[in-house]
């Protein structure tokens, strides 16, 4: 199945300043996070961020919280590791009305995995960004993802979602978006 701009929105899980520095590539997983974040405000789609307990793990890094305040994004704190759990959250991705998630976020295999499986649970067709995903570890990240996939989430790369998004060139958002991969 394909990612479609009308029916996805897009979930950045938890990628906080007191986190962001134990992660395995956490300059790559940032940039793409930004890519997709600007590339969702470009295409209308909603943007929901999540920050897990912020006064013990801080807000959303500067990088992404920046772009996320411009697209308009809706920042939810939560306790739990599904992001479903929490009511606040449950509510706003109920009221996107979508029926794709596209998942970015960390920890990969704590916070990812558990809301990847309650949004599928519940119908909704989930796709985790993998250069946009990390853990502290490439063993519980590699294992995240192998779950995932068997649960039947789409395992997909940055550059993959943004085309998918835009589903054909020449347009003013492919322009827009090409000078954000290049």
């Given at each position: 199945?394909?990612?479609?701009?009308?029916?996805?929105?897009?979930?950045?899980?938890?990628m906080?300043?007191?986190?962001?520095?134990?992660?395995?590539?956490?300059?790559?997983t940032?940039r793409?996070?930004?890519?997709?974040?600007?590339a969702a405000?470009?295409?209308a789609?909603?943007v929901?961020?999540?920050e897990?307990?912020?006064?013990?793990?801080?807000?959303?890094?500067?990088?992404?919280?920046?772009?996320a305040?411009?697209a308009?994004a809706?920042?939810?704190?939560?306790?739990?590791?599904?992001?479903l759990?929490?009511?606040?959250f449950?509510?706003a991705f109920?009221?996107?009305?979508?029926?794709?998630?596209?998942i970015?976020?960390?920890e990969?295999?704590?916070?990812?995995l558990?809301t990847?499986?309650?949004?599928?649970?519940?119908?909704?067709?989930?796709?985790?960004?993998?250069?946009?995903?990390?853990?502290?570890?490439?063993?519980?990240?590699?294992?995240?993802l192998?779950?995932?996939?068997?649960c039947?989430?789409g395992?997909?790369?940055?550059e993959?979602?943004?085309f998918e998004?835009?589903?054909?060139?020449?347009?003013?958002?492919?322009?827009?978006?090409?000078?954000?991969?290049?």
């Open positions: 199945m394909l990612i479609h701009a009308d029916t996805s929105c897009l979930i950045v899980i938890d906080q300043e007191r986190l962001v520095p134990a992660m395995q590539a956490p300059a790559r940032i793409n996070a930004r890519i997709l974040i600007a405000t470009e295409l789609l909603p929901l961020l999540t897990q307990y912020p006064k013990g793990l801080g807000a959303t890094v500067p990088e992404l919280a920046g772009v305040a411009a308009g809706v920042v939810l704190p939560k306790m739990h590791f599904s992001c759990e929490d009511r606040d449950a509510a109920k009221a996107t009305g979508r029926s794709q998630a596209v970015a976020g960390m990969a295999h704590i916070c990812v558990q990847a499986v309650s949004l599928m649970d519940q119908g909704t067709e989930v796709f985790v960004v993998t250069d946009a995903t990390s853990s502290r570890t490439l063993e519980s990240e590699k294992a995240c192998d779950r995932l996939q068997s039947g989430a395992i997909v790369t940055t993959m979602v943004v998004w835009l589903g054909r060139a020449g347009t003013p958002a492919f322009k827009a978006l090409l000078a954000l991969i290049k």
